[in-house]
Structures are given as C-alpha cells and as structure tokens.
C-alpha cells in the first residue's frame, strides 16, 4: 500500500518567503543606527544598502504567493551579497548576519548539499575582505576563524533539530492516520487524503474506485470466541487485504469489521475484478476449519458519485444488495 503524504508546498512556499522577507526588512532597519554610529566612509551611500535590504524584503513577501521554492537558492545568493557589500561599504560588524544566512539554510532544504552549498558561498564573503583589504588582513582572518565554525556550528544545529522534528511530525501523523489494530489506513486518513484524490483524477479525467469490505457473520465470531480472538482475525483479514491489493492503493479499516480500499485509475471493470479477488483472499482465512466470508461493493467515480460520502453510500448501497440480493 502506498501513501503518498499531504503536501503544503503552497504553505510551506509562501512562509519561506515570507521569513526571508522580515530578515531582509529586520536586518535593515537594524543597520540604519548602526551605520550612523559608526559613520562608515562612504556614507553618502551606504544608507542605500539598508534601504535595498528593506526592498528586497517587501519583494521577497510581494512574491511568497507565486515564486518557487527552488528561487529560494537565488534569493540566498542576493542576500549574501547584500551583507558582503554592507561589511566592505559599511564595518565587519555587519558579518554577524551570514549567522542569519546559515539558519534560514538549515531550516529551509531539506538537502543538506543545498545547505552547504549557502554556507560555502557565505564562508567565501566572510574570507573576501581579506583579499579586498590587505592592510588589515590580519584583523580579517581573526574575524574568519571566530565566524565561519559560528556559522558552520549554527547551520549544523538547526539542521538536526529540524530534521529530527520533521521525523516526529512524520511519526505522529502515522499514528493518527493508522489503525492501531490492524496497521492499515483508519478513516481519518481516507477522509483526509480522498478529496485530493479526486481533485488530482478530475484533473486526468481518469476514473476513481471505492471498494467496501464487510465481514460475514463476524459478530458470531466474537460471541463464540471473545473479542481478543476476534481481534486476531481483523489483523489477519487486513493482511490478506494488503497482501492482494496493488502499490498505489489505500487500505482502509473503517472501525468494527468493516473495511474499504480505495483504487487509484481504476474503472468499473477493475473494480469488479479487485473486489472479487479481495473476497477470494478473505475466504482463504479459516475460523475453526471453516473459511471466512466477506461482501463487496464498490463505487467509481465520477459515473456513481463524486464525493466520499456519496461513493460510500453508493458502494455501502452494492454491498447490501449482494448480502441481501432481495432486499430483505
């Protein structure tokens, strides 16, 4: 079974621009009193930069609804030069902010090549004055050696603490989109995941199955036996479940005894087909010699329904005309 997770990248696009955008804006009102106090020689101009800082912010969150994650990188790139041309036009105080530079890496890719490839580009302008300014090389390289591991140790921090909250965030949504019992999918993840998966087959013009599972005469099952019995045999149906289903679908235990899968690009021809082959799979379980039975219904989108409470309805619907075909 494969799940394939939620995605925000809308979300998640529009708060890295948009946190780019208050450093940008924090980072130059900070330098105005600074530049004033330290009275750089170029002073004429160097209050331009703060004021391009400040641009570059109201750009960076003009665009967060429509630029690319991957802009990003570039995005970096402007900043770093921004507090190299600050450090050459202004003081070398002002190379406290490629620290910025190394957490706003870390927290944004998830590549740790991407991050080092940010933290390489800002090392080389921590280093650049070096070469632009020879008379005080010395006084830049005691610079160097304090700030790049400052920034080396800043990136690797907040690198493993976002990945290591990012492992638990995955946990925990495991946990909350999985049975306890049988391990497969519970309804919090069908309710969830459907409708973009009818967004996504609305968009391909391709056809959605919805298949039901409801277990024959399980109630006597746990009257004749106990519930912790009847618990082994949910666990071993929705491993047959798992075992005869195909890679792209989602298993799905609804809670009691009942049961649905839902099939990705899969016609009513299809579903038919899967759904028999569910049956066959559950009727190999035995209960004290004797194979357990299991109804069927299923529900295509669109030509049945086109929503997830009216395909369950639909295949609910299927499922009990065949355990009733006289609708008694």
């Given at each position: 079974m494969q799940i394939e997770p939620a995605t925000g990248e809308y979300e998640l696009q529009q708060r890295y621009w948009r946190l780019a955008a208050v450093l940008f804006v924090g980072g130059g009102l900070a330098a105005f009193p600074a530049d004033a106090l330290h009275r750089p020689a170029h002073e004429p101009t160097i209050y331009l930069l703060p004021l391009l800082a400040i641009v570059s912010g109201a750009l960076c969150w003009a665009?967060?609804?429509?630029a690319p994650r991957r802009w990003l990188h570039v995005m970096m790139v402007i900043a770093t030069v921004e507090i190299a041309l600050t450090c050459w036009l202004a003081d070398d105080i002002f190379?406290?902010?490629?620290?910025?530079?190394?957490?706003?890496?870390?927290?944004?890719?998830?590549?740790?090549?991407?991050?080092?490839a940010q933290i390489a580009v800002a090392c080389l302008s921590i280093l650049a004055p070096i070469a632009y300014d020879p008379d005080d090389a010395r006084e830049h390289v005691i610079l160097a050696f304090t700030?790049?591991?400052?920034?080396?140790?800043?990136?690797?921090?907040?690198?493993?603490?976002?990945?290591?909250?990012?492992?638990?965030?995955?946990?925990?949504?495991?946990?909350?989109?999985?049975?306890?019992?049988?391990?497969?999918?519970n309804y919090r993840l069908l309710s969830e995941r459907f409708p973009a998966e009818i967004q996504r087959h609305e968009l391909r013009r391709h056809p959605l199955a919805l298949i039901v599972i409801d277990m024959d005469d399980f109630k006597r099952i746990n009257d004749e036996h106990g519930h912790q019995y009847g618990d082994r045999v949910l666990q071993e149906v929705a491993g047959a479940l798992m075992g005869s289903v195909r890679s792209s679908d989602i298993v799905v235990r609804h809670g009691g005894d009942e049961f649905s899968v839902v099939c990705p690009e899969t016609g009513e021809a299809s579903a038919g087909e899967l759904a028999?082959?569910?049956?066959?799979?559950?009727?190999?379980?035995?209960?004290?010699?004797?194979?357990?039975?299991?109804?069927?219904?299923?529900?295509?989108?669109?030509?049945?329904?086109?929503?997830l409470n009216t395909l369950l309805a639909h295949a609910d619907e299927v499922l009990r005309a065949s355990k009733d075909p006289r609708g008694r």
């Amino acid at each position: 079974m494969q799940i394939e997770p939620a995605t925000g990248e809308y979300e998640l696009q529009q708060r890295y621009w948009r946190l780019a955008a208050v450093l940008f804006v924090g980072g130059g009102l900070a330098a105005f009193p600074a530049d004033a106090l330290h009275r750089p020689a170029h002073e004429p101009t160097i209050y331009l930069l703060p004021l391009l800082a400040i641009v570059s912010g109201a750009l960076c969150w003009a665009i967060a609804d429509r630029a690319p994650r991957r802009w990003l990188h570039v995005m970096m790139v402007i900043a770093t030069v921004e507090i190299a041309l600050t450090c050459w036009l202004a003081d070398d105080i002002f190379a406290i902010y490629y620290v910025f530079i190394a957490i706003y890496a870390a927290y944004v890719f998830q590549d740790r090549r991407a991050i080092a490839a940010q933290i390489a580009v800002a090392c080389l302008s921590i280093l650049a004055p070096i070469a632009y300014d020879p008379d005080d090389a010395r006084e830049h390289v005691i610079l160097a050696f304090t700030l790049i591991p400052t920034v080396m140790i800043a990136a690797g921090v907040v690198a493993y603490l976002r990945e290591r909250l990012e492992a638990s965030e995955a946990r925990f949504r495991q946990l909350a989109e999985r049975d306890p019992l049988t391990g497969v999918g519970n309804y919090r993840l069908l309710s969830e995941r459907f409708p973009a998966e009818i967004q996504r087959h609305e968009l391909r013009r391709h056809p959605l199955a919805l298949i039901v599972i409801d277990m024959d005469d399980f109630k006597r099952i746990n009257d004749e036996h106990g519930h912790q019995y009847g618990d082994r045999v949910l666990q071993e149906v929705a491993g047959a479940l798992m075992g005869s289903v195909r890679s792209s679908d989602i298993v799905v235990r609804h809670g009691g005894d009942e049961f649905s899968v839902v099939c990705p690009e899969t016609g009513e021809a299809s579903a038919g087909e899967l759904a028999e082959r569910l049956q066959q799979a559950i009727a190999k379980l035995t209960v004290e010699g004797r194979p357990l039975g299991a109804t069927t219904g299923h529900a295509v989108y669109p030509q049945d329904a086109e929503s997830l409470n009216t395909l369950l309805a639909h295949a609910d619907e299927v499922l009990r005309a065949s355990k009733d075909p006289r609708g008694r």
